[in-house]
Structures are given as structure tokens and as C-alpha cells.
């Protein structure tokens, strides 16, 4: 089992079989240095196991979300800075 599987099963987010609707309104903020915060609206109806959300950098995965939310760190990033 790999870990996303067994967080999934930890985190009561196994139960969902059929894909779920985008999330949409997606927002980004910092949250302080060298961190952002993205947020976003679950879809309505998203079913058994829809809160969990996979989150993904260029393509490849860094983590699992259980609710619309995430935190994410990028060393070197200022600031009031344009990326």
C-alpha cells in the first residue's frame, strides 16, 4: 500500500469510488514567508470520501488535503513578489 492509499483509508477519504467534480474558486495567499495558502470551494455534491483532495506540483504529487485548503512551503520565494 502506498502512503496516499493508507492516508486516505486513515482519514475516512477511501469510501469514494467514482471521480469527483473539480473544486473551483480557487485563491492564493501568502501566509508567511516562504509559505502560500491556497483555498478553494469543495463541489456540491462530492460524495463519500470527497473531502480529500490530492495536491499536486508540476505534475508529480506532494500531498493530501482532507478539506479545502493547503499550505505549502517555497524556500526563497519574498514577499510582494511577482513569481
Given at each position: ?7 486516505r ?10 471521480p469527483?467534480?473539480?473544486?473551483s ?25 470527497g ?33
Open positions: 500500500m502506498n502512503p496516499y492509499d493508507y492516508y483509508i486513515v482519514h475516512g477519504c477511501a469510501g469514494e469510488t467514482r469527483p467534480a473539480s473544486p474558486g480557487l485563491k492564493v495567499a501568502p501566509a508567511a514567508e516562504g509559505r502560500i495558502a491556497l483555498t478553494w470551494e469543495a463541489p456540491a455534491d462530492s460524495g463519500p470520501g473531502d480529500c483532495y490530492k495536491i499536486y506540483r508540476d505534475e508529480k504529487p506532494v500531498g493530501l488535503s482532507t478539506g479545502p485548503s493547503w499550505t505549502e512551503s517555497f524556500p526563497g520565494i519574498t514577499p510582494a513578489t511577482s513569481y
